[in-house]
């Protein structure tokens, strides 16, 4: 995840190669957001190279470079929680935005991304933890073996998709819990394309 001031620091780097084909200098990125010293800028670049958005480029004057001209960085929706656990009615509301490279989690060019956070412990088994935002792609369609949200029978659940014998059901990662086998409807809302893991705030940089 980028903080706002990281995804700030990393538009600005971006559009000045873009422009005029260099990186900006420290004190070009000082001035142009404000910070207070270099010193500032300087753990933001050390936090955009070490989550991957930025390579330092060595016998370089300026040895910071993006990774990719590429880089499509975007803010995803949060919509509430879905539950990793037995089925409840998930809200659909905005809680938030998480901000990535669309690369990283292999988001499609075309598809519209989302978020949603988990809560419960269903999905243990596929290294999904209580607390993590998922990032999903709106999709209606899946194949056997995705992790998808779906609505079962009125109800948004994240689990699972596995088809056998033709008929699809709900398989959680996790033994205590049972499958779910759709008594009238499963309808898929989102195919899961990547997880972002919750972080102690102990943990957290400043920049």
């Known amino acids: 995840m980028l903080t706002p001031g990281q995804k700030n620091v990393l538009q600005f780097i971006?559009?000045?190669?873009?422009?005029?084909?260099?990186?900006?200098?420290?004190?070009?990125?000082?001035?142009?957001?404000?910070?207070?010293?270099?010193?500032?800028?300087?753990?933001?670049?050390?936090?955009l190279e070490r989550?991957?958005?930025?390579?330092?480029?060595?016998?370089?004057?300026?040895?910071?470079?993006?990774?990719?001209?590429?880089?499509?960085?975007a803010d995803i929706p949060i919509y509430g929680q879905i539950p990793a656990g037995m089925s409840v009615l998930a809200e659909q509301e905005v809680e938030g935005h998480v901000t990535l490279d669309l690369d990283s989690i292999n988001?499609?060019?075309?598809?519209?991304?989302?978020?949603?956070?988990?809560r419960g412990d269903s999905m243990i088994g596929a290294h999904i933890l209580?607390?993590?935002?998922?990032?999903?792609e709106d999709r209606q369609t899946a194949k056997s073996g995705d992790?998808?949200?779906?609505?079962?029978?009125?109800?948004?659940?994240?689990?699972?998709?596995?088809?056998e014998r033709g008929r699809p059901y709900l398989k959680a990662e996790n033994p205590a819990y049972p499958?779910?086998?759709?008594?009238?409807?499963?309808?898929?809302?989102?195919?899961?394309?990547?997880?972002?893991?919750k972080q102690s705030t102990a943990k957290r940089s400043s920049a």
Do not use: C
């Open 130 to 136: 209580d607390g993590d935002i998922v990032i999903l």
């Open 14 to 47: 971006q559009s000045e190669q873009r422009v005029k084909g260099i990186t900006p200098s420290t004190r070009e990125i000082q001035q142009h957001l404000g910070f207070a010293s270099q010193t500032s800028v300087m753990q933001y670049l050390a936090a």
């Open 179 to 197: 499958n779910l086998v759709p008594a009238q409807e499963l309808r898929i809302q989102g195919v899961m394309t990547s997880l972002v893991r």
């Open 107 to 118: 988001a499609s060019r075309t598809a519209r991304t989302f978020a949603l956070r988990v």
């Open 147 to 163: 992790i998808v949200a779906a609505l079962i029978d009125g109800e948004t659940t994240l689990k699972r998709y596995v088809t």
């Open 51 to 73: 989550k991957g958005f930025l390579q330092r480029h060595a016998r370089k004057a300026r040895a910071l470079v993006t990774s990719g001209t590429k880089t499509r960085v």
